[in-house]
């Protein structure tokens, strides 16, 4: 009788497996067909977009960041990002906001940014690649598509941004494997007509200084990316904008997509006039190189790891900053709102 009932347990305890597992993944799909949106690319420069996403600056760069509000809410957001401007004296006119891969969004952050005239940025972070390739994921990509086209209003979606960090290759296994997901998210996009969201590729520049990270290897190809990106730091050793950059933008030049600064800042304290002397190193180096048409400032106090790149006890790096904020160059206005405007929620 024991071994019945230890038999019976068993049974039921596969069978609610099964139930569960059907009920967490949905039934697998084939691969989105990847068909061409119905979209012209738009050009300026000598460089060129798929089509999707916001109309590129005629001229300079759209100077964006994303700030650290003292209130999580949208208000609170909004108000972080405007006292940032008025802090540095400049056009922001670029909102940058993060999204875990489960998040809902578009959502009343992106709504109170389209309200306050911000062209945005959305950095959406990712799960396992291979269960991306599988179709696992496919219903809320799905959805995250679909809200995305009824938001209405173009913007820039940056996917899994730094995949080739070593501390993501649990999720992301290999280049290959990354590629898939990327082709799978976008041939969904492409499938629903969420043709507003520019697909952003985004590796750390130091995936390009350390060749032993090969960050090119992850690259989907030109007729999946719309915008190239990445993200740049000094770090505690202060190591120069320019010699970093460069390693990417040898990269860059073989491919005639727009670049955007995804992140950059100052973290740490640096000896005297080292914080305003990268900061103006950034400057030049962006001006010199016209096709960055747009950067994105990181401003956040964080106490672990402890690190500050706000301009709060930092007035060296503030003046620095305001020189960059006055130069016409970084005041780029955000591409006319259609004419509809954004759909409202």
Not at 4 to 24: I, K, N, Y
Not at 87 to 101: C, K, P, R, S, Y
Not at 151 to 176: A, K
Request: hydrophobic fraction near 40%; charged fraction near 20%.
């Amino acid at each position: 009788m024991k071994r019945f009932h230890r038999a019976a347990a068993l049974l039921l305890a596969s069978a609610l497996a099964v139930t569960a597992c059907s009920e967490q993944a949905p039934d697998f799909v084939p691969p989105p067909s990847g068909a061409a949106p119905t979209v012209s690319p738009r050009a300026t420069d000598d460089l060129a977009t798929t089509g999707r996403g916001p109309e590129l600056p005629e001229k300079g760069a759209w100077l964006g960041a994303w700030v650290k509000p003292d209130w999580q809410t949208p208000e609170g957001r909004v108000e972080a990002l405007a006292a940032f401007a008025a802090q540095t004296q400049g056009n922001v006119n670029l909102a940058h906001m993060f999204h875990e891969w489960e998040d809902d969004f578009p959502g009343p952050t992106e709504h109170a940014f389209q309200a306050a005239g911000k062209l945005q940025m959305i950095s959406w972070s990712g799960a396992d690649t291979r269960s991306i390739r599988d179709g696992v994921y496919d219903q809320l990509i799905r959805q995250r598509a679909e809200k995305i086209k009824q938001f209405g209003v173009p913007l820039m979606l940056r996917w899994r941004w730094e995949m080739d960090r070593p501390n993501l290759q649990q999720s992301i296994h290999s280049p290959e494997d990354y590629v898939a997901a990327w082709k799978r998210i976008r041939g969904i996009f492409t499938e629903v007509g969420a043709t507003n969201a520019a697909f952003v590729w985004c590796p750390h520049v130091q995936g390009f200084v350390d060749s032993s990270r090969n960050a090119a290897a992850y690259y989907p190809g030109d007729d999946q990316v719309d915008w190239l990106c990445t993200d740049v730091y000094p770090g505690k050793g202060f190591e120069g904008f320019a010699p970093q950059m460069d390693t990417f933008m040898a990269f860059a030049a073989q491919h005639p997509r727009p670049v955007v600064i995804g992140e950059f800042g100052v973290t740490y304290p640096g000896s005297p006039g080292q914080r305003g002397a990268w900061l103006r190193e950034a400057g030049d180096y962006i001006k010199r190189h016209p096709q960055i048409k747009a950067v994105v400032y990181f401003a956040a106090k964080q106490t672990k790891p402890a690190y500050d790149s706000t301009f709060n006890d930092d007035p060296d790096g503030l003046a620095a900053f305001r020189e960059l904020t006055a130069d016409p160059w970084f005041s780029a206005p955000p591409p006319p709102t259609p004419a509809h405007g954004p759909r409202t929620q």
